[in-house]
């Protein structure tokens, strides 16, 4: 072009300036291809494992412990390992991060921390796919993140397995928390209500459903 191109400082959610793609991550192209390393009984131990933490409360089912271990441990192997088994293999990695996430934590397996068991099977993807973790891993305003996921979860969308791939409002809560962590892509708020009173307001609309 034989001059500058004038571009808008903003589109409503992300700032044109800031729409960068890191070089390193961009010349490898990285993409999780090989998800053989992990299977569902890996994914129900992560989710065990977040159940046995006792830094962050579990929510049991019926208050017992007993009921709750064994919701997790019924958990279906056949639907979690479909969702290793069709995890887009050809879409790019911060796309590929979104669905993983919106798959798991929207078809909400486990009776609590489906996001944490989200998380980290997907930090296991990677590691085994030779990806290195961003510094600020799973990135700043994670907390904010879960709690718009659960809005949209709760009253926006519903995750099927007949539209699991979906490029949804779930999908794009966490592409937007994704590109920022990988991409370096600042979201601009559209809000600036404290994670604290979005929780009492999720909350509280949960109770009146």
């Not at 191109?5 to 192209?29: H, K, N």
């Not at 989200?118 to 961003?134: D, F, V």
């Not at 397995?161 to 601009?188: A, G, I, Q």
Request: glycine residues 4%.
């Amino acid at each position: 072009m034989a001059g500058e191109l004038d571009l808008p400082e903003d589109d409503d959610d992300i700032a044109v300036e800031a729409s960068r793609i890191a070089p390193q991550w961009r010349e490898r192209d990285e993409r999780i291809t090989d998800v053989s390393g992990i299977d569902a009984e890996t994914i129900i131990a992560f989710n065990f494992e977040r159940y046995e933490d006792e830094s962050h409360q579990y929510g049991l089912v019926r208050e017992s412990r007993q009921v709750t271990e064994r919701r997790i441990g019924n958990v279906s192997e056949s639907d979690l390992n479909r969702v290793l088994r069709e995890l887009p293999r050809h879409e790019p990695l911060v796309q590929q991060c979104a669905h993983w996430v919106r798959a798991i934590s929207g078809l909400h397996f486990f009776p609590d921390a489906n996001h944490r068991t989200a998380i980290g099977s997907l930090r296991a993807l990677l590691y085994l796919n030779e990806i290195p973790l961003p510094s600020e891993w799973p990135g700043r305003g994670i907390d904010r993140t879960v709690l718009k996921a659960k809005f949209v979860r709760n009253f926006v969308v519903s995750v099927q397995f007949d539209t699991l791939w979906k490029k949804d409002e779930l999908y794009h809560v966490w592409h937007r928390h994704f590109r920022h962590l990988f991409l370096d892509v600042e979201s601009n708020r559209s809000h600036t209500h404290s994670t604290e009173r979005l929780g009492r307001a999720l909350n509280a609309a949960r109770e009146q459903r």
